[in-house]
T-cell receptor, first 114, second 108 residues
């Protein structure tokens, strides 16, 4: 079974702090994704990566950056956290886009910025 | 107009009822994905389909590409089916469009 893990289930940070959210998958998937989910807005794509060191902006990349130094790990970075970044963050991975789009999700990190 | 619309937004039913959740869309797609999100936040992939029908246990998903419509059915619903169900459009190589979700509550 595919396993996608995220470093924290719950996180509380202060405004202006630098925040790292880590995601690890154990199935050698090429694609990895970061989403945020907010009430009434559904899931929105922040960034995705289709290979090591490769990244693409999603629909709402402002205020975020990402890092993919190893295939299994995709990090989401909030350079200077703000209260409007309080949200549920979900990581996902999938096989190569040429063969499968099915995404496997991690458990989510609920981030609160105070 | 949203590219994808799910209906209903909220659905409450009694245990044992047959459930239908709809997903209509207005764009060309290569496939459609149904996800289930439990109250704790975890998301599970239910189906990926590009034509016809798929069945897994009490769950059935259908898609009609010509009518741009997909349905998710649950037979003999159970309280553990209570979750948010999300349809996801897959366009091209990497574009994904998420529905708003349907919150299903099954009462015992």
């Amino acid at each position: 079974d595919v396993k996608v893990t995220q470093s924290s289930r719950y996180l509380v940070k202060r405004t202006g702090e630098k925040v790292f959210l880590e995601c690890v998958q154990d199935m050698d998937h090429e694609n990895m994704f970061w989403y945020r989910q907010d009430p009434g807005l559904g899931l929105r794509l922040i960034y995705f990566s289709y290979d090591v060191k490769m990244k693409e902006k999603g629909d709402i990349p402002e205020g975020y950056s990402v890092s993919r130094e190893k295939k299994e790990r995709f990090s989401l970075i909030l350079e200077s956290a703000s209260t409007n970044q309080t949200s549920m963050y979900l990581c996902a991975s999938s096989l190569s886009a040429l063969t499968s789009y099915e995404q496997y999700f991690g458990p989510g990190t609920r981030l609160t910025v105070t | 107009k949203n590219e994808v619309e799910q209906s209903p937004q909220n659905l409450t039913a009694q245990e044992g009822e047959f459930i239908t959740i709809n997903c209509s869309y207005s764009v060309g797609i290569s496939a459609l994905h149904w996800l289930q999100q439990h109250p704790g936040g975890g998301i599970v992939s239910l189906f990926m389909l590009s034509s016809g029908k798929k069945k897994h246990g009490r769950l059935i998903a259908t898609i009609n590409i010509q009518e741009k419509h997909s349905s998710l059915h649950i037979t003999a619903s159970h309280p553990r089916d209570s979750a948010v169900y999300i349809c996801v459009l897959i366009q091209g190589a990497q574009k994904l469009v998420f529905g708003q979700g349907t919150r299903l509550t099954i009462n015992p």
